[in-house]
């Protein structure tokens, strides 16, 4: 009886069977959602398409894919899919708030470029810290952040001239450099879906072109992961 007891008060380990790779379909909601609103910002797709999948699949679905990348402890997905998709539900919420509700009737004059330039803004300082962390990654990752990262500055530039009356042209540079971020991630994201399905890689992504840097290489995480006995 006391063997029995004993036995019954050492704690239970539990091994989860792995998760699927959220990534492909993290990456394909962001690839069509930036097509969609970067073919507006190119001026051939209509406003206003780009909302619905903003809300529910570049937002939501995004998110959702940075939440299992947690369930995986991906550090970097886990980051990226959650960060944009709260980048396309704010985005996404903002133009039905301004729309809808009295929100828009209080923005004068160039206030919503110049708080989308300031938006986009925040949101490129962010990408501009995952583009070279994406390095570790692999090559596909990181030309999806490069390419965002233009995109970002692009649109900024526009958005703050189109504030201060001039040429709205660099919204259209900055359409056209979406819709290459969107092929590239597409791209990438079918690479994660047919090498998942396949024993041996089948699309090419890269290697990572970046180990660690020497000066910081004994510094570790600011929150370590925990470690299993």
Do not use: C
């Not at 879906?193 to 000066?215: E, F, I, K, Y």
Request: no cysteine; net charge negative.
């Amino acid at each position: 009886m006391a063997v029995l007891a004993e036995e019954r008060a050492r704690p239970t380990l539990v091994e989860l069977s792995p998760a699927a790779d959220p990534a492909p379909l993290g990456l394909a909601a962001f690839a069509l959602t930036t097509f969609m609103l970067s073919g507006h910002n190119a001026s051939f797709i209509p406003d206003v398409l780009w909302v619905g999948l903003a809300l529910f699949y570049g937002g939501t679905v995004q998110l959702l894919a940075g939440m299992w990348e947690f369930r995986n402890r991906n550090v970097f997905g886990s980051t990226a899919f959650s960060t944009y998709g709260g980048f396309w539900l704010a985005l996404g919420a903002f133009v039905v708030l301004a729309e809808t509700t009295k929100l828009g009737g209080g923005l004068k004059g160039p206030d919503v470029d110049n708080g989308l330039a300031w938006f986009l803004l925040a949101f490129a300082i962010f990408n501009t810290y995952m583009m070279f962390w994406a390095l570790r990654v692999n090559v596909a990752v990181f030309l999806v952040f490069l390419t965002l990262e233009i995109t970002e500055i692009l649109l900024v530039i526009g958005f703050f001239n189109v504030a201060h009356g001039n040429s709205d042209w660099m919204l259209h540079a900055g359409g056209w450099a979406g819709i290459v971020t969107a092929a590239v991630a597409w791209y990438t994201s079918a690479a994660g879906v047919v090498n998942g399905m396949s024993p041996s890689p089948v699309l090419p992504v890269g290697a990572p072109l970046w180990d660690r840097l020497p000066l910081f290489s004994q510094l570790g995480s600011p929150m370590p992961r925990r470690t299993e006995a």
